[in-house]
């Protein structure tokens, strides 16, 4: 299945037909997806070796390791997701006359064939959580909302997909701002949704609930991922200067995450959600446009391999959980020992679940998402003759 991944048409299918291919774009998706399911195998298992109870969030891991911060404050890879959908409909949108109808169009082959899969399985398997109008709040983008489906282990990350699409309903309008008033309306935009998280955390609202499970505390990750798209239609040359924009931005994800972490991390809820959003996402924004310039120095087979992790990437996190949930009932998730339950997990995670989760997102991938993905069409046309940029190289 690997080589096939690697050699084979499946990864041609993921190329958008409305701008150019960028492989490094796939080397981060596919560096997200394996990060959630390192996030959720770290705390998961370390909690079950520590605790012998249900998962707990009050027992957030601290650390003293800024790269064990990266995997243990892992849900950052959901605003890198949030920020690549910014950034990549920016690139093949700006500029351009967007056909509204092919948009969504593309945007329901590319999500929801494995969304209503899962669904399905996790009614069937969940039977006794069904009725009728949670099933359409799930399948109307409201997958977010607690009265959702509850499908158990397969729609235990649901809640993303709704917020992405909220995204997509909101893109139309927010290209429009940006053809018509530039970059600072987008500028404008996260300012004022800093304002309104201030005000929601005045009035006593729940802000880890708001700003992680919502557009208003995710919206900032896909304008700063918009912000990142204009600039590099704009300016991107790839070279050493940017090189080391890609090192300093590892810096300073590493940074954040390790300060958040010590605040408390995930688990808080307090003012922090007002601004952390709008930090990480910044963060992410910086690395994004480094890593793009960074990334022409790896060797082919790694960029390739990189590629085919990618290419699966929406397989992997849509199936990952089904695969932990799997062998934490089973007690198979600390076969193998080490003195630290977070070591312990990460070791689990690596050696006997990744293989499994690659295994079945390759399976999923092959079998539902790439039938859809191949009847994509075209739906940008040139509004006006656009200078053309410099291309990354591929070497």
Known sequence: MLHFLLH???????????????????????????????????????????????????????T???????????????????LLSGFVFTVGSLQKKLNYLGFYRNRLLRTYPLFLFFLILGIAFNVENFNIIALWQSVFFMANSDTAINGGAFTYVFWSIAVEWHFYLVFPLLLLAVQKWGWQALLALILIFLFVRTGAYLVGADMRELSYYTIVGRIDQFLLGMLAGIYYRNYFVAGKRLDYVAIAGTGLVLVLLFGFN????????????IFWPTLEATAWAIFL??????????????????????????????????????????????????????????????????????????????????????????????AEPVAQRPEISAN
């Open 8 to 62: 084979g048409p499946i990864v041609s299918a993921m190329k958008s037909t409305n701008f150019g291919y960028i492989p490094a774009l796939d080397h981060l998706r596919g560096f997200a997806a394996v990060l959630v399911l390192f996030f959720h195998g770290s705390h998961f298992i370390s909690h079950k070796l520590a605790y012998g109870t249900p998962y707990d969030p009050a027992n957030w891991t601290r």
């Open 64 to 82: 003293d390791n800024p790269f064990s911060a990266l995997v243990i404050e892992g849900h950052t890879a959901v605003s890198l997701f949030f």
């Open 262 to 273: 010590r605040l408390g991390g995930g688990a808080v809820n307090n003012y922090l959600w």
């Open 289 to 382: 446009i480094g890593y793009l310039s960074i990334a022409r120095h790896f060797h082919r087979l790694v960029g390739k391999t990189l590629v085919a992790v990618g290419t699966v990437s929406y397989s992997i996190y849509m199936g990952h959980y089904l695969v932990l949930d799997y062998f934490l009932r089973n007690d198979w998730d600390s076969l193998l020992r080490l003195s630290d339950p977070l070591a312990t997990a990460v070791l689990n995670t690596l050696v006997l679940m990744l293989p499994v989760v690659l295994l079945l997102a390759a399976t999923t991938y092959y079998c539902v998402e790439r039938p859809f993905l191949l009847r994509r069409r075209k739906y940008m046309q040139a």
